[in-house]
């Protein structure tokens, strides 16, 4: 999505609409819609599929829980409607906060977060910003912070009593959202050899300008052993994080089929683009 350390305003500006312009013809706004299921994992798989096992207290399985916003139009951080409504299935009851910062790698790492934080586990909430630093949520509530020099951020420390951990997670988070990216996390992450493993969490992302990521929301498999997969994104601007259709499905449904190329309403992937989940 965006290199948001080294970037001009001009490759911010351009770094996810560049294919939506291509993929999308018209500008669509909808009415108020309402969504019947209640969670990602509500959402029925197709004929012939269920769904893969996880482990209890797994990243997939706390993917599973999350709850879908009634209302199923996607806003942007300051309140307006997204122009194309046509891209998603449902909308991740996920907060985006009220600044243009948490788009398309910036949600994976929120979901990522909001898992660990969800268990306690501040040291597994780190990420690298583009440069190469280490941005660690245990250390940010130790008081360590970073400012930009030149093309490197340097930490400083404050001192302090850092009770509110919920405030300190989003504190953390637009700092990470600032100096993180589509670059900085197809470094971090290892390449899925065989997109055939595929994993809830796991990660779809382009690095560069454009680029984008897309998170593995949820995974079924039939009796021959043939993979079908959901997607969440955000995306430019910031905006509520949604899971999407698959637009080769008349039906509007959300599974894809594994293949070489993924084609999703404003986004196309190769299989070599998909991570393992941190």
């Known amino acids: ?30 009415a108020d819609a309402t969504i019947k299921y209640k969670s990602i994992g509500d959402i029925p798989v197709p004929t012939g599929y269920e769904r893969v096992t996880v482990e209890q207290g797994s990243f997939g399985d706390w993917l599973r829980a999350i709850t879908l916003k009634k209302d199923n ?52 909430i780190a990420y690298h910003a583009t440069d190469g630093t280490l941005l660690s949520f245990a250390d940010w509530r130790n008081g360590k912070r970073f400012k930009l020099s030149g093309n490197r951020l340097q930490p400083y420390f404050i001192t302090g009593k850092f009770i509110n951990a919920r405030a300190e997670l989003e504190s953390y988070l637009e700092t990470v959202f600032s100096y993180a990216g589509t670059t900085s996390l ?28 897309m ?24 905006q509520d994080i949604h899971l999407v259709k698959n637009p080769a499905n008349d039906e509007g449904n959300p599974w894809y089929k594994i293949n070489n190329v993924v084609q999703t309403p404003e986004w196309t992937f190769r299989s070599d683009q998909l991570k393992e989940k941190k």
Do not use: W
């Open 73 to 124: 139009r996607v806003f942007l951080y300051n309140g307006a409607l997204k122009e194309n409504q046509k891209a998603q299935f449902a909308v991740l009851d996920i907060p985006v906060g009220n600044k243009d910062l948490q788009q398309c790698a910036d949600a994976v790492m929120r979901l990522n977060a909001e898992y660990n934080f969800s268990k306690n586990d501040f040291a597994a």
């Open 215 to 238: 998170l593995v929301a949820d995974v079924a498999i039939n009796k021959e052993g043939e993979k079908i997969f959901m997607l969440v994104q955000s995306y430019m601007p910031a």
């Open 186 to 213: 197809a470094a971090e992450l290892k390449a899925v050899r065989d997109i055939s493993d595929m994993q809830a969490g796991d990660v779809f992302v382009k690095p560069g300008f454009p680029g984008h990521a």
């Open 1 to 30: 999505m965006r290199n948001k350390l080294f970037a001009s305003a001009l490759l911010l500006l351009t770094a996810c609409r560049l294919q939506t312009q291509e993929n999308q013809n018209a500008v669509h706004n909808v």
